[in-house]
């Protein structure tokens, strides 16, 4: 410093001799060291001391002297206000702070424009100002309304350039707690001050809009941010480049970083007043990628991968849209190209984060291209971790950047997935992989790439051994969707195997449990055996049964029997054969891993081939286990779902399709058992503490209105105490679940033994497969017991579904299994909790709010696709195109859910859709004979269905307008919905069959049509040639086909028998034999296709037929008038009869054996009302 107050010295006596930029920097270099002791600290975030010594806003490479130890220990002391911190500077910086001052002013009075030999450019001058005003300040000294000139009306010269520089000075350092200039200028003053001059250099004035823009930005004046902003980024079409001189490469990448910081200020103030508008966010995420793309061009890491976080929080609530992501696609291209070409350039720096407060004197170390952009800022590096330029400190360093990264490439292949576009996805992950340094964080990529060459039909094994040092569960998850998204069987087997193979640990069982489940029903539905399929679903039970919880625990005995592996065709994963690892049940001996310095000499053994003992899945770990040893209800719940789809699987002509139905009705039972003896306790203590009263009191306390989820019950008296268990049908029929036990399943004590999301953590998947159980015992004759799984569908539906319109269906199905049982009080129960067959408002009110906004989302969506189109990175030379038609209406099409693809996992049951359960109600109230209702529901969830792209549920809802419209005597209107609803989806056979039988039956009914019978028969002779194909075709679902192909010849002897007696309507023309051959031949299908429904285990359906196939003869033998023919044809009429009554009977001593004594009397009388009807 010395040496350099010489020169001044010297230059002020003699003269500078024309270098004015050589005196300025002289003048600057003194005047910093010397103020430099007295600075104030940088404001910190984090409660940590403040750093020892910082750089000022004017710092320059070079003249800083070194800074005595006495002025060091002199600091100045920081005290914290509640609102900014107050800043005292010290009295011994006087002397200090008015040389300073003294060398500024000479400096400023020799520049000032009064010899224009002096002049200098404005880019010099600006840190001498700097300077100038941050004496000022801490001198205490306040700056007139000139701003650095005379006469604050002059406009010559460089005079007005010179009081808008001072004035974003001083609106820079009114609010750093050392003093506030009075009457400082505002941030609209400061606006006026930047348009009033003609700017000499382009890149200052670039660079000051810049720092207004913060600073507004600061001060929340976001009009003045914006506009501000949008001033900076004018240049981005003229440039910073003077005219006639040669390009300058360092100037052009200033200029690229001041468009970064300025596209990142406007996003920023975009954002914070988006006020919900997704145009004014769309608007944000396109200043943040010009700002990637400007920080590309600067060369510069740190600031594209800045500009990328902006650009990923603007973007994050709109990447789980499909349309949303379609229209990113194109921007995430061009992102991850910026980010891949400056971390090649600049991986030094990956890492590099200027270090707040740094005690490095200026030119002991290269600053970074960061500090310097803030120099020419004139910002203070040391408040970067307050304002990082921006507002917002997001630099976290090189990990979180490699998690963003791979984050954008998940984003981008979706995109891809989205639209079937999987080759230029496999590219997009190969550029990803090159990309990318060799961290986990590659290992989403590898995820994606396994994925889409899945798709594709190509080699993953590579790919996949990426994961071989993860867990259990993740190997397993990975070859499970390598499984999902492969297209030939034997690699969907294969990959299967190796999942459930992956899972070998304890905590994997229930992950285990369920690919078990999966891996059945891909089986199932991919025409493998079905014993195969049942040996999948089979094992999955064994893992249940042989997990290990508390409660179970403390009842098992400690002798354990062991089991023998079981033998056959097994339950592996690769019953076409044989899977060749051993399962957890029972391990091969293996030989033990040893040292060549532990062991040197050779072992036979290790290289004689073995036999080794495949055991296929689980050995029994307790053989008298019971159901009611069984008291964790998440246990009970998978064994419930299990058997369900055993009795789904095995179908209606296994032996053990009805025990597979008890099984799973018993299960449901333990969960009862275990929730309501469990509560006991817990409500016990509830009561003593008072929890119900304070709860109700709460409730009261709040004034809100009763939900509407919540009935208002007339509840049956209740007898014993509120955990008690129904003993009888009549009980279970009208059993409401106590508040208590309600109230007792969600408190912690309880553990596994309560019914609450926990414990049965896929509500919606249970409570389809107990509506598939009732269905089920419905039909083979066993409806009482449906009353307990009704009753449990209820509690679901209430107190973890959370729905009331589901939770009038389960009502309305109550409604039906109780009129079937003779229960006409249960019946009028029920009826009342479901309440009035209508619509609730809100719910109507909810779903048009959704569907209106889907459709104003996928209106904005395609406006911005084609206006981003047309506008995206013309820089990089990416092609532009005209939008076609063809892509916008595919893009219009896309719904909030995304595309489905058919699959073995059928519809997810997550969430509860409205339209679902108000189709499904519907059907329920046409049963029952509400027409209009049923209508007005149809209406809307036909609607919704349409607006959200569901082709199944629509499908559905078609197909029961037809069955209303038939109900209603419509018939040409039902023929039409059946076919709209086949045109709509390709769906499974049952939907045919649905659809098919009620064609016919309209076509039937529709007596205008004098060829009404004939058409039926044309039509059923068709579906039978169908069917006759498919079920040769599809061989593991005999028992489905057999039943559909049953019922439609049966079908055909009964169209015959009407059309023949509509030909010859009295009963001598019965006797013709034309006419009798072609009624025998009637009769020989009807025999024929309830013979195959009672080998099938329908029952019911074979009396049905057989009690019209008896009429049929009885006709015939009253029309006959010889005695013998006449005996013979009443002989065989009650042969039929006989047989319908036995199996009749064969159905009740079925159900009564299932029923207490005191129960059989009322469900006697119930069984036997399918035979009173054609009693002989």
Same mark, same amino acid.
């Given at each position: 410093?010395?040496?350099?107050?010489?020169?001044?010295?010297?230059?002020?006596?003699?003269?500078?001799?024309?270098?004015?930029?050589?005196?300025?920097?002289?003048?600057?270099?003194?005047?910093?060291?010397?103020?430099?002791?007295?600075?104030?600290?940088?404001?910190?975030?984090?409660?940590?001391?403040?750093?020892?010594?910082?750089?000022?806003?004017?710092?320059?490479?070079?003249?800083?002297?070194?800074?005595?130890?006495?002025?060091?220990?002199?600091?100045?002391?920081?005290?914290?206000?509640?609102?900014?911190?107050?800043?005292?500077?010290?009295?011994?910086?006087?002397?200090?702070?008015?040389?300073?001052?003294?060398?500024?002013?000479?400096?400023?009075?020799?520049?000032?424009?009064?010899?224009?030999?002096?002049?200098?450019?404005?880019?010099?001058?600006?840190?001498?100002?700097?300077?100038?005003?941050?004496?000022?300040?801490?001198?205490?000294?306040?700056?007139?309304?000139?701003?650095?000139?005379?006469?604050?009306?002059?406009?010559?010269?460089?005079?007005?350039?010179?009081?808008?520089?001072?004035?974003?000075?001083?609106?820079?350092?009114?609010?750093?707690?050392?003093?506030?200039?009075?009457?400082?200028?505002?941030?609209?003053?400061?606006?006026?001050?930047?348009?009033?001059?003609?700017?000499?250099?382009?890149?200052?004035?670039?660079?000051?809009?810049?720092?207004?823009?913060?600073?507004?930005?600061?001060?929340?004046?976001?009009?003045?941010?914006?506009?501000?902003?949008?001033?900076?980024?004018?240049?981005?079409?003229?440039?910073?480049?003077?005219?006639?001189?040669?390009?300058?490469?360092?100037?052009?990448?200033?200029?690229?970083?001041?468009?970064?910081?300025?596209?990142?200020?406007?996003?920023?103030?975009?954002?914070?007043?988006?006020?919900?508008?997704?145009?004014?966010?769309?608007?944000?995420?396109?200043?943040?990628?010009?700002?990637?793309?400007?920080?590309?061009?600067?060369?510069?890491?740190?600031?594209?991968?800045?500009?990328?976080?902006?650009?990923?929080?603007?973007?994050?609530?709109?990447?789980?849209?499909?349309?949303?992501?379609?229209?990113?696609?194109?921007?995430?291209?061009?992102?991850?190209?910026?980010?891949?070409?400056?971390?090649?350039?600049?991986?030094?720096?990956?890492?590099?984060?200027?270090?707040?407060?740094?005690?490095?004197?200026?030119?002991?170390?290269?600053?970074?291209?960061?500090?310097?952009?803030?120099?020419?800022?004139?910002?203070?590096?040391?408040?970067?971790?307050?304002?990082?330029?921006?507002?917002?400190?997001?630099?976290?360093?090189?990990?979180?950047?490699?998690?963003?990264?791979?984050?954008?490439?998940?984003?981008?292949?979706?995109?891809?997935?989205?639209?079937?576009?999987?080759?230029?996805?496999?590219?997009?992950?190969?550029?990803?992989?090159?990309?990318?340094?060799?961290?986990?964080?590659?290992?989403?990529?590898?995820?994606?790439?396994?994925?889409?060459?899945?798709?594709?039909?190509?080699?993953?094994?590579?790919?996949?051994?990426?994961?071989?040092?993860?867990?259990?569960?993740?190997?397993?998850?990975?070859?499970?969707?390598?499984?999902?998204?492969?297209?030939?069987?034997?690699?969907?087997?294969?990959?299967?195997?190796?999942?459930?193979?992956?899972?070998?640990?304890?905590?994997?069982?229930?992950?285990?449990?369920?690919?078990?489940?999966?891996?059945?029903?891909?089986?199932?539905?991919?025409?493998?055996?079905?014993?195969?399929?049942?040996?999948?679903?089979?094992?999955?039970?064994?893992?249940?049964?042989?997990?290990?919880?508390?409660?179970?625990?403390?009842?098992?005995?400690?002798?354990?029997?062991?089991?023998?592996?079981? $033998?056959?065709?097994? !339950?592996? +994963? *690769?019953?076409?054969?044989?899977?060749?690892?051993?399962?957890?049940? =029972? /391990?091969? &001996? %293996?030989?033990?891993?040893?040292?060549?310095?532990?062991?040197?000499?050779?072992?036979?053994?290790?290289?004689?081939?073995?036999?080794?003992?495949?055991?296929?899945?689980?050995?029994?770990?307790?053989?008298?286990?019971?159901?009611?040893?069984?008291?964790?209800?998440?246990?009970?719940?998978?064994?419930?779902?299990?058997?369900?789809?055993?009795?789904?699987?095995?179908?209606?002509?296994?032996?053990?399709?009805?025990?597979?139905?008890?099984?799973?009705?018993?299960?449901?039972?333990?969960?009862?058992?275990?929730?309501?003896?469990?509560?006991?306790?817990?409500? $016990?203590?509830?009561? !003593?503490? +008072? *929890?119900?009263?304070?709860?109700?009191?709460?409730?009261?306390?709040? =004034? /809100?209105? &009763? %939900?509407?989820?919540?009935?208002?019950?007339?509840?049956?008296?209740?007898?014993?105490?509120?955990?008690?268990?129904?003993?009888?049908?009549?009980?279970?029929?009208?059993?409401?679940?106590?508040?208590?036990?309600?109230?007792?399943?969600?408190?912690?004590?309880?553990?596994?033994?309560?019914?609450?999301?926990?414990?049965?953590?896929?509500?919606?998947?249970?409570?389809?497969?107990?509506?598939?159980?009732?269905?089920?015992?419905?039909?083979?004759?066993?409806?009482?017991?449906?009353?307990?799984?009704?009753?449990?569908?209820?509690?679901?539906?209430?107190?973890?579904?959370?729905?009331?319109?589901?939770?009038?269906?389960?009502?309305?199905?109550?409604?039906?299994?109780?009129?079937?049982?003779?229960?006409?009080?249960?019946?009028?129960?029920?009826?009342?909790?479901?309440?009035?067959?209508?619509?609730?408002?809100?719910?109507?009110?909810?779903?048009?709010?959704?569907?209106?906004?889907?459709?104003?989302?996928?209106?904005?969506?395609?406006?911005?696709?084609?206006?981003?189109?047309?506008?995206?990175?013309?820089?990089?030379?990416?092609?532009?195109?005209?939008?076609?038609?063809?892509?916008?209406?595919?893009?219009?099409?896309?719904?909030?859910?995304?595309?489905?693809?058919?699959?073995?996992?059928?519809?997810?049951?997550?969430?509860?859709?409205?339209?679902?359960?108000?189709?499904?109600?519907?059907?329920?109230?046409?049963?029952?004979?509400?027409?209009?209702?049923?209508?007005?529901?149809?209406?809307?969830?036909?609607?919704?269905?349409?607006?959200?792209?569901?082709?199944?549920?629509?499908?559905?809802?078609?197909?029961?307008?037809?069955?209303?419209?038939?109900?209603?005597?419509?018939?040409?209107?039902?023929?039409?919905?059946?076919?709209?609803?086949?045109?709509?989806?390709?769906?499974?056979?049952?939907?045919?069959?649905?659809?098919?039988?009620?064609?016919?039956?309209?076509?039937?009914?529709?007596?205008?049509?004098?060829?009404?019978?004939?058409?039926?028969?044309?039509?059923?002779?068709?579906?039978?040639?169908?069917?006759?194909?498919?079920?040769?075709?599809?061989?593991?679902?005999?028992?489905?086909?057999?039943?559909?192909?049953?019922?439609?010849?049966?079908?055909?002897?009964?169209?015959?028998?009407?059309?023949?007696?509509?030909?010859?309507?009295?009963?001598?023309?019965?006797?013709?034999?034309?006419?009798?051959?072609?009624?025998?031949?009637?009769?020989?299908?009807?025999?024929?296709?309830?013979?195959?429904?009672?080998?099938?285990?329908?029952?019911?359906?074979?009396?049905?037929?057989?009690?019209?196939?008896?009429?049929?003869?009885?006709?015939?033998?009253?029309?006959?008038?010889?005695?013998?023919?006449?005996?013979?044809?009443?002989?065989?009429?009650?042969?039929?009869?006989?047989?319908?009554?036995?199996?009749?009977?064969?159905?009740?001593?079925?159900?009564?054996?299932?029923?207490?004594?005191?129960?059989?009397?009322?469900?006697?009388?119930?069984?036997?009302?399918?035979?009173?009807?054609?009693?002989?």
């Amino acid at each position: 410093m010395e040496h350099l107050v010489t020169v001044y010295d010297g230059m002020k006596k003699v003269g500078h001799a024309g270098e004015t930029v050589l005196l300025v920097n002289i003048c600057v270099a003194l005047a910093y060291a010397l103020i430099q002791p007295w600075l104030p600290p940088p404001p910190s975030k984090e409660p940590v001391a403040p750093p020892v010594a910082v750089v000022p806003q004017s710092a320059s490479e070079s003249g800083k002297g070194n800074k005595s130890p006495k002025k060091q220990r002199a600091a100045p002391t920081v005290s914290k206000a509640q609102t900014k911190v107050a800043f005292t500077v010290s009295p011994d910086a006087g002397p200090d702070l008015k040389k300073a001052l003294e060398y500024v002013t000479y400096a400023m009075e020799v520049t000032s424009g009064k010899n224009p030999a002096d002049l200098i450019p404005i880019a010099v001058r600006y840190p001498l100002l700097q300077m100038w005003v941050q004496i000022k300040q801490l001198s205490q000294q306040q700056i007139g309304k000139g701003l650095g000139t005379e006469d604050e009306t002059n406009m010559e010269g460089q005079k007005p350039m010179t009081r808008a520089q001072v004035a974003i000075e001083i609106l820079a350092l009114t609010n750093n707690g050392v003093m506030e200039f009075k009457e400082g200028p505002t941030v609209t003053d400061v606006v006026a001050l930047m348009e009033a001059p003609v700017w000499s250099d382009k890149l200052i004035e670039l660079q000051l809009w810049t720092r207004l823009a913060l600073l507004a930005y600061e001060d929340k004046e976001h009009n003045q941010s914006i506009y501000c902003a949008k001033k900076s980024l004018t240049f981005e079409l003229t440039g910073t480049q003077p005219k006639n001189k040669k390009f300058d490469s360092h100037r052009f990448m200033v200029e690229q970083e001041m468009l970064t910081y300025a596209s990142i200020i406007l996003g920023q103030s975009l954002m914070e007043n988006m006020a919900g508008k997704n145009s004014i966010r769309r608007d944000a995420m396109s200043a943040f990628f010009n700002a990637a793309r400007f920080g590309k061009n600067a060369k510069n890491y740190d600031l594209v991968i800045l500009s990328v976080r902006h650009y990923w929080n603007a973007s994050l609530p709109l990447v789980s849209s499909p349309i949303e992501r379609e229209l990113i696609k194109e921007p995430l291209k061009s992102i991850l190209q910026c980010l891949a070409t400056t971390s090649k350039a600049d991986k030094e720096k990956q890492d590099n984060i200027p270090v707040q407060g740094g005690s490095k004197g200026i030119g002991t170390s290269a600053p970074s291209t960061q500090q310097s952009t803030e120099q020419r800022l004139g910002l203070d590096p040391a408040k970067t971790s307050q304002t990082q330029l921006i507002g917002a400190a997001v630099s976290k360093g090189g990990g979180d950047d490699l998690t963003l990264r791979a984050a954008l490439y998940g984003v981008l292949f979706q995109s891809f997935a989205d639209q079937g576009e999987y080759e230029d996805g496999l590219k997009a992950m190969d550029q990803a992989v090159n990309d990318m340094p060799r961290t986990k964080h590659r290992l989403l990529i590898y995820k994606h790439r396994v994925i889409v060459k899945a798709k594709l039909g190509r080699n993953v094994g590579m790919d996949i051994q990426k994961f071989k040092d993860e867990s259990e569960e993740y190997v397993a998850h990975m070859w499970r969707k390598v499984a999902l998204c492969s297209k030939e069987e034997l690699d969907q087997l294969s990959c299967y195997q190796n999942a459930i193979e992956a899972l070998n640990a304890p905590n994997t069982n229930w992950q285990k449990f369920d690919y078990l489940i999966e891996m059945g029903q891909w089986m199932y539905v991919n025409e493998f055996p079905l014993q195969d399929a049942c040996d999948q679903l089979e094992w999955a039970a064994d893992i249940l049964l042989n997990m290990k919880f508390e409660s179970l625990a403390k009842k098992e005995v400690k002798g354990k029997q062991k089991g023998k592996p079981r $033998k056959g065709s097994g !339950k592996g +994963g *690769a019953p076409r054969g044989g899977r060749k690892s051993p399962s957890e049940g =029972g /391990k091969t &001996p %293996e030989k033990n891993d040893q040292s060549d310095a532990e062991s040197a000499d050779i072992n036979a053994a290790d290289y004689i081939p073995v036999e080794k003992h495949i055991t296929i899945g689980l050995l029994p770990n307790n053989t008298s286990l019971n159901v009611k040893d069984l008291c964790d209800v998440q246990q009970l719940d998978g064994l419930f779902r299990v058997h369900v789809l055993l009795a789904q699987v095995a179908g209606r002509q296994s032996p053990a399709f009805a025990d597979y139905c008890l099984m799973a009705q018993a299960y449901v039972m333990g969960i009862w058992e275990s929730a309501l003896s469990a509560s006991g306790p817990i409500i $016990k203590e509830l009561s !003593k503490s +008072g *929890a119900f009263d304070k709860a109700s009191s709460a409730n009261k306390a709040k =004034g /809100k209105k &009763p %939900e509407k989820d919540v009935s208002v019950k007339e509840k049956p008296k209740r007898k014993g105490p509120p955990e008690a268990l129904p003993t009888s049908h009549e009980e279970w029929a009208q059993y409401d679940v106590p508040d208590e036990v309600i109230e007792a399943c969600k408190q912690e004590a309880i553990k596994g033994a309560g019914i609450n999301n926990k414990t049965i953590p896929k509500p919606g998947l249970t409570y389809h497969y107990m509506d598939l159980l009732v269905s089920f015992l419905r039909d083979i004759g066993y409806n009482h017991l449906a009353l307990p799984i009704l009753a449990m569908m209820d509690f679901i539906t209430r107190d973890i579904l959370k729905s009331r319109a589901l939770n009038t269906l389960v009502h309305l199905k109550s409604v039906e299994v109780c009129i079937e049982l003779n229960m006409p009080t249960a019946a009028l129960y029920h009826e009342n909790l479901a309440g009035e067959p209508a619509i609730d408002e809100d719910e109507l009110a909810k779903s048009r709010e959704e569907m209106e906004v889907l459709k104003e989302k996928q209106l904005q969506v395609v406006k911005e696709e084609i206006r981003s189109k047309m506008n995206i990175d013309k820089e990089d030379g990416i092609e532009l195109r005209a939008i076609d038609k063809l892509k916008v209406e595919k893009l219009k099409k896309n719904t909030v859910s995304g595309k489905t693809e058919a699959s073995h996992l059928g519809k997810p049951l997550g969430k509860v859709e409205i339209r679902d359960v108000w189709t499904e109600t519907a059907h329920a109230l046409i049963k029952q004979g509400v027409y209009q209702p049923a209508r007005e529901m149809l209406n809307e969830a036909h609607k919704n269905a349409q607006c959200f792209g569901d082709k199944e549920t629509e499908a559905r809802i078609l197909y029961i307008f037809g069955l209303l419209s038939y109900h209603e005597a419509q018939f040409a209107q039902a023929i039409n919905f059946c076919h709209e609803a086949q045109m709509t989806l390709e769906g499974d056979e049952m939907f045919w069959f649905d659809t098919a039988w009620l064609m016919i039956d309209a076509t039937a009914a529709d007596k205008s049509n004098r060829e009404c019978h004939r058409e039926a028969r044309k039509m059923l002779i068709h579906a039978l040639n169908v069917y006759t194909e498919v079920a040769s075709e599809r061989p593991n679902k005999e028992s489905l086909t057999g039943y559909i192909l049953a019922r439609l010849e049966a079908r055909l002897g009964s169209i015959q028998v009407k059309i023949a007696l509509e030909t010859y309507p009295t009963e001598a023309d019965l006797v013709k034999p034309k006419v009798n051959e072609a009624l025998i031949s009637a009769c020989t299908k009807m025999a024929n296709g309830a013979n195959k429904l009672l080998d099938l285990g329908y029952l019911r359906e074979s009396v049905t037929i057989r009690t019209e196939h008896g009429g049929i003869l009885w006709k015939l033998a009253q029309a006959y008038p010889d005695k013998d023919t006449k005996h013979s044809y009443y002989m065989q009429a009650m042969h039929i009869f006989r047989k319908a009554v036995h199996i009749a009977e064969e159905i009740c001593e079925n159900v009564q054996t299932l029923m207490p004594l005191q129960e059989v009397s009322r469900n006697h009388l119930c069984a036997k009302i399918l035979v009173s009807k054609h009693d002989c």
